[in-house]
C-alpha cells in the first residue's frame, strides 16, 4: 500500500512539474506563431487558431470558470465561517456558525464579496489584486518554513527529506519580486493591507495561539540576547536602571501592603524590570487552588496600577526563608532584580512584648539578607498616604543625602518626577555634612554637589545642612 506522506509530495511536484512544462512550451510556441503585439491586443488568440473548433476553446473557459466557481461557492464560505468561528478576527464573529450547520451568512457575504467587482465591468480591474494576495500567502509560507529552519525549532519537522531552508528563502524572496514586477504599487497596497490585518488581530486579542514562526523567533532572539547578557558582563553606570523586586505577604484581606505596587508603577520611567512576589503563607502540597487565586489577585492589582512586569506567588510554611530564597535566586542572569522593595513595619512599636521584637527582629533580618545580596534598598514609609495614579502633586521632593550612594537616591526622586503624578514637583537636594571646619567647606561641599548634578543630568536645588554640633542618639537629635 503506498504511503501518503510519500506519495503526495512526489505527485504534487509531478503535477507542478507537468503544468509547468506544458505552460512553459505553450508560451514558446504561441510567441514563435504570433507577435507580441496581437497576444497583448487579443486574449482569446488561442480560440482563433483552435481545431477543430474555436467552439471548444470557448465551451472550455466556461466550464472552467463554472468548476472554479462552485469550488470557491462551497469552500470559501466554510473558510470564512471556520476563521470566525476561531475568533482570530473579531469582526467577523457574525459570520460564525455551529458545527453541522451550513455557514448561511457566510454564503451570502462571500456572494457580495464576490459580486462587487463586478460591478466595474471588467474583472482585468481586481485581478492583479487576487493575483498579490495569492502570492503573499504563498511568501507567507515560505517565510515561516525559513524562520521555522534556521531557528532549528524542534516542533518544525518536514517530512519531504530534500527540504533545506535556502528553498523556502528563494520561494519568498521570489513571490516578492514577482509582486512587484506585476505591479509595483498594487503590491505595497495589499502588503500594507495585509499588515493592517496582522496588527488589527495583535491588538484585538486574538482568541487562538498556535505557536506561529514570529513567536518563536522572538523566544529565540530572547535567548539569545539573555545568553549575551550573562552576569559576568559588566554593566556600566550609565546603562544602569532600577530592576525592581517588589515583596510583599498575603494577610486574611489580601496583600498587606498593595500601594507598594502603586510606588513601583510610577517608578516605571526607569525602564527597567518589575517582578512582584506575593508569600502566602500555607502548605505548597495542599494549597495549590490558593495559589492560583492569589496569583489572579496579584495580577489584577498590578493591572489596576499599570505596573507591567511579571508576578509569582509563592506558598510557604515560613515566609522568613521564602524571602531570603527570593531575594537570592529571583531572576535570569543579568535581568536579576538590583533594587528591592519593602514597605515599613506600620504600627510595631504599638505593638505588645514579644511580637514587637518579633517583627522589628524580622525587619531586620530581611534587611541584612538584601544587603549581603549586594541590592539596593527601597523601604517606602506611610504607604496609606502615598498619592495614587489619579493624583496630581504640586511641592518638593525633598532627599536627604547622608551617604554618597553614587546616584540611587537622586535617581529615585527623578524617575518619580517624569511621571505625571508629580511632574508638577521638582527636587530639593539637602547634602548633610558634619565634621567641617568652616563655611568654605560647606561651600566647597555644595559645589561638588551641584557639578555631579550636572554629571548626572539631574536638576535639583541644593542646600547644605551642618551638623557638626549635632549628635544623634536614641532620644533624636541633641545640640553638644
Not at 125 to 132: E, L, Q, R
Not at 224 to 247: M, T
Not at 450 to 460: G, Q
Amino acid at each position: 500500500m503506498a504511503d501518503p506522506s510519500k506519495s503526495i509530495p512526489f505527485g504534487t511536484l509531478g503535477a507542478i512539474a507537468t503544468t509547468t512544462t506544458i505552460y512553459l512550451l505553450t508560451i514558446w510556441l504561441m510567441g514563435s506563431v504570433f507577435s507580441n503585439d496581437i497576444m497583448k491586443e487579443d486574449k482569446l488568440i488561442v480560440a482563433s487558431v483552435a481545431w477543430p473548433h474555436s467552439m471548444l476553446v470557448t465551451v472550455g473557459i466556461v466550464l472552467s470558470s463554472v468548476g472554479a466557481g462552485m469550488q470557491s461557492l462551497t469552500g470559501a464560505p466554510r473558510l470564512l465561517a471556520a476563521i470566525a468561528n476561531d475568533g482570530v478576527v473579531p469582526f467577523l464573529k457574525p459570520f460564525a456558525s455551529a458545527s453541522g450547520e451550513e455557514p448561511i451568512r457566510a454564503v451570502w457575504a462571500t456572494y457580495v464579496i464576490a459580486s462587487l467587482p463586478c460591478l466595474a465591468g471588467n474583472l482585468d480591474f481586481i485581478t492583479p489584486f487576487i493575483t498579490m494576495f495569492f502570492l503573499l500567502t504563498y511568501a507567507s509560507i515560505n517565510l515561516s518554513c525559513f524562520i521555522l529552519a534556521i531557528m532549528k525549532a524542534p516542533g518544525f519537522r518536514p517530512t519531504w527529506k530534500y527540504f533545506h531552508w535556502s528553498t523556502s528563502l528563494l520561494g519568498f524572496l521570489w513571490c516578492i519580486v514577482l509582486m512587484m514586477v506585476i505591479s509595483w504599487y498594487i503590491s505595497i497596497i495589499c502588503i500594507f493591507f495585509a499588515l493592517f490585518i496582522i496588527i488589527y488581530i495583535k491588538t484585538n486579542g486574538a482568541s487562538k495561539d498556535w505557536g506561529d514562526a514570529l513567536t518563536g523567533l522572538r523566544f529565540q532572539q530572547a535567548r539569545d540576547v539573555l545568553l549575551e547578557l550573562r552576569r559576568d558582563n559588566v554593566y556600566h553606570a550609565k546603562n544602569w536602571r532600577p530592576q525592581i523586586l517588589i515583596i510583599d505577604e498575603f494577610g486574611p484581606s489580601g496583600l498587606e501592603n498593595p500601594k507598594l505596587l502603586t510606588v513601583a508603577a510610577q517608578l516605571k520611567k526607569g525602564r527597567g524590570l518589575s517582578i512582584v512576589v506575593g508569600l502566602e503563607r500555607g502548605d505548597p502540597r495542599q494549597d495549590a487552588k490558593r495559589l492560583v487565586d492569589a496569583e489572579d489577585e496579584l495580577a489584577l492589582c498590578m493591572a489596576k496600577e499599570g505596573l507591567l512586569g511579571f508576578h509569582r506567588v509563592a506558598i510557604c510554611d515560613n515566609p522568613n526563608h521564602a524571602f531570603y530564597d527570593t531575594v537570592q535566586l529571583c531572576g535570569l542572569g543579568a535581568l536579576s532584580p538590583n533594587t528591592v522593595m519593602v514597605g515599613w513595619p506600620e504600627g510595631w512599636k504599638s505593638m505588645m512584648g514579644d511580637e514587637m521584637f518579633f517583627i522589628a527582629e524580622t525587619f531586620a533580618d530581611r534587611l541584612k539578607c538584601v544587603v549581603a545580596a549586594r541590592k539596593a534598598l527601597v523601604v517606602v514609609k506611610g504607604l496609606d498616604n502615598f498619592p495614587g495614579k489619579s493624583d496630581h502633586i504640586v511641592g518638593n521632593l525633598d532627599v536627604w543625602w547622608v551617604v554618597h550612594d553614587g546616584g540611587l537616591l537622586l535617581l529615585l526622586p527623578h524617575l518619580l518626577s517624569l511621571h505625571r503624578v508629580w511632574r508638577g514637583s521638582k527636587i530639593r537636594l539637602f547634602c548633610v555634612a558634619h565634621q567641617i571646619s568652616s563655611m568654605n567647606d560647606l561651600r566647597d561641599i555644595e559645589r561638588k554637589a551641584k557639578v555631579f548634578l550636572e554629571k548626572v543630568r539631574i536638576t535639583a536645588e541644593v542646600e547644605t545642612i551642618d551638623l557638626s554640633d549635632v549628635q544623634i542618639t536614641e532620644k533624636g537629635l541633641t545640640s553638644l
